[in-house]
């Protein structure tokens, strides 16, 4: 089985890694060529095209910041269109809208090609242990052919539903995962500001029902100021909105979400877009004139 992998960002790197490490015969391509090369010197072979990857590979990967990337991808001028061949399998595994992915496979189905969506959830340390959380959408035959490579980089690997449905299932985990990281960061600067020590506020956070995976970072992030990305705010803007594009779809009030996405709005303007999310709480201290810093674990 000939593997293809396009989008050696953050994410695609660590998983293209894997599934190179596990064995797997993989060609990649990105437009950056520093991101190609500690993969190529591992022993990937290079694809100058997506079309190039779909000419040579049976199951083709993706991991792309977007919906507007994923369709240049498929649809552009040496896109996947033009190479895909009758049997292919294509996993897009970008955070995307639903609606897109089903699009294309409505396109691919007339090539004879079989699309599923497969979005991750982790983080980056997951994507590099090979802990990922996957959402498959699409035809569970399928899946089960391409279970032995997703299984390089995801300890939980779930069929979701049809086609479209590995999308949904990530929004709304991320609707819920960055309402929640507002939440905290909101509530920890009223406790100090409040007179509560962060080191206390901690401890008694995490032992209430208040306790979350959010608030659990906070000893390697918020304490100690290190906001190197593991999930930058613009991708988390660029989640939330599609999250909210969702609710409108299918009519679902999403108001808790709609504020979120204007506090991640703001931080962008503020100029942390490239910071990792919870980097959000730096709004709230600074309008608050409070410093968040404790705990140095």
């Not at 990105?30 to 590979?57: H, T, V």
């Not at 304490?223 to 609710?247: M, T, V």
Request: aromatic share 6%.
């Amino acid at each position: 089985m000939k593997i293809g992998f396009i989008g050696l960002g953050q994410m695609g790197s660590l998983m293209a890694k894997r599934i190179l490490d596990s064995g797997y015969d993989i060609t990649v391509h990105d437009i950056r060529k520093e991101a190609i090369e500690p993969l190529l010197e591992k022993g990937a072979k290079l694809a100058d095209s997506p079309k190039a990857i779909a000419l040579r590979c049976d199951v083709i990967l993706s991991s792309l910041p977007g919906p507007k990337e994923v369709e240049e991808v498929v649809y552009g001028k040496e896109g996947l269109i033009h190479g895909w061949k009758k049997g292919d399998i294509y996993i897009d595994m970008s955070t995307n809208s639903p609606t897109t992915i089903r699009r294309i496979a409505e396109t691919a189905k007339q090539k004879e090609v079989i699309v599923l969506d497969a979005p991750v959830s982790g983080g980056v340390i997951g994507a590099k242990e090979g802990r990922l959380t996957i959402m498959v959408g699409g035809d569970s035959i399928t899946l089960e052919k391409v279970r032995k490579i997703l299984e390089t980089i995801g300890s939980r690997i779930f069929h979701v539903g049809d086609v479209g449905c590995g999308n949904i299932a990530k929004l709304i985990n991320n609707l819920i995962a960055l309402c929640c990281n507002s939440a905290c960061a909101e509530g920890f600067v009223l406790g100090v500001k409040a007179g509560i020590s962060p080191e206390i506020l901690y401890e008694v956070l995490i032992s209430g029902t208040a306790n979350n995976w959010n608030l659990q970072q906070y000893p390697k992030t918020v304490f100690k100021e290190n906001f190197e990305p593991g999930f930058r705010i613009e991708l988390a803007h660029k989640d939330i909105q599609l999250a909210l594009s969702l609710g409108v779809e299918y009519r679902v009030p999403t108001p808790l979400a709609a504020i979120v996405q204007q506090e991640l709005l703001e931080a962008i303007a503020g100029g942390l877009g490239n910071k990792d999310v919870q980097s959000i709480i730096t709004n709230f201290e600074r309008i608050t004139g409070v410093k968040v810093k404790g705990i140095q674990k």
